[in-house]
């Protein structure tokens, strides 16, 4: 099993521009996660998919980002426009839909934005 | 509003024990305690999860007070790769509402 599959692993890119995150989850999963890490905010969840359906987006800064899951292999997180302050890890997480419910992270995407 | 309280940081001797302590006096009877762990630059890992009783598995324990107000998470034999940012959360555990609130955890340090 290849785990929760990530890319890019790092992006750079400048204010303004657009970035798009992409996310294959394990195999057999129905919930997808996606959160954000910096130093001052810690981890946060911004989204959530069940079977492919977004549960809870309350978490998405605001809409400049915004997140789909065509289907159940594959996910993206987009952010347009871009500005420094989205500078952070982005992680997404697969989970099953039984117990005991732990959540598989991937590698995460090292995102800077000058 | 944090659910949980753990210490920011610890150490421990390397072959040692790790006791990781986290309080969560507001905890629900629905409520599961679960920790997770990131190993620097990594994304966080699950570790072990319960709700009432001590659970055990290849990677650690979890003992939970009978009042379910505190908990501990015991690393046998801590080894250099355990050094990590452990976190204890608190979070329903059926249907749809299993989101993960990751506080700022305990960062653990095994010593040589």
């Known amino acids: 099993d290849a785990g929760v599959i990530q890319s890019p692993r790092h992006e750079v890119t400048e204010m303004g521009q657009e970035v798009t995150l992409r996310c294959k989850p394990i195999?057999?999963?129905?919930?997808l996660f996606w959160y954000r890490q910096t130093m001052m905010r810690g981890l946060e969840l911004l989204i959530y998919f069940n079977n492919n359906v977004p549960i809870d987006d309350s978490g998405m800064p605001e809409d400049r980002f915004s997140a789909k899951m065509p289907n159940a292999s594959f996910s993206t997180l987009k952010i347009q426009p871009s500005e420094p302050r989205d500078s952070a890890v982005y992680f997404c997480?697969?989970?099953?839909?039984?117990?005991?419910?732990?959540?598989?992270f991937g590698p995460g995407t090292r995102l800077t934005v000058t | 509003d944090a659910k949980t309280t753990q210490p920011t940081s610890m150490d421990c001797a390397e072959g040692r024990a790790a006791n990781l302590p986290c309080n969560h006096s507001?905890?629900?009877?629905?409520?599961?305690v679960y920790w997770y762990r990131q190993i620097h630059s990594q994304g966080p890992q699950y570790i072990i999860h319960g709700l009432k009783n001590n659970e055990t598995n290849e990677m650690a324990s979890l003992i939970i007070t009978e009042d379910r107000k505190s908990s501990t998470l015991i690393l046998p034999h801590a080894t250099l790769r355990d050094t990590a940012v452990y976190y204890c959360i608190v979070t329903i555990s059926s249907g749809s509402a299993r989101q993960l609130t990751f506080g700022s955890g305990t960062q653990l340090t095994v010593l040589p």
């Open positions: 195999s057999g999963h129905n919930s």
């Open positions: 507001t905890i629900s009877g629905n409520e599961y």
């Open positions: 997480a697969s989970s099953p839909d039984r117990g005991p419910y732990e959540q598989y």
